[in-house]
């Protein structure tokens, strides 16, 4: 799902994909939201911390470095929540009645865990 998910031209995971590779009509089909993202930094540190597999190593450090990059607003804080395939922001809306106050901060709760565990100390401030 990685190789079907993962935009190999702008980055990130795409929000919607035809199981058949067929033409689809959702408009939103080639952009990028917010929550995908993060449960994927999420599982990537996950796999990676069950199997020791330097694959799911580098998926979350991918992940993690495109949606660090693209969704954090690094003047006000918080992610928005919607951009463009090519990683601009469609949007500025932070919060609406589908983006609240959950995947991110489940997303930095459950990393900085999964790294306590492991014993790695991160100087990185997303996690």
């Excluded at 689809?24 to 939201?33: A, I, N, P, R, S």
């Excluded at 809306?93 to 900085?112: A, D, I, M, S, V």
Aim: charged letters at 25%; one cysteine or more.
């Amino acid at each position: 799902m990685w190789e079907r998910g993962w935009d190999k031209e702008h980055g990130g995971i795409l929000y919607f994909r035809d199981v058949y590779d067929k033409p689809v009509q959702e408009y939103w089909q080639d952009m990028k939201f917010w929550w995908p993202q993060n449960e994927a930094i999420i599982a990537t540190l996950l796999a990676y911390t069950i199997t020791g597999k330097e694959k799911y190593k580098h998926w979350h450090q991918q992940i993690h470095d495109y949606a660090y990059t693209h969704f954090h607003d690094k003047e006000f804080g918080e992610w928005f929540g919607y951009l463009h395939r090519d990683g601009t922001v469609a949007q500025p809306t932070k919060g609406n009645l589908f983006k609240g106050p959950f995947h991110l901060p489940r997303q930095e709760w459950y990393c900085w865990k999964l790294l306590e565990e492991m014993g790695t100390t991160s100087t990185n401030t997303h996690e």
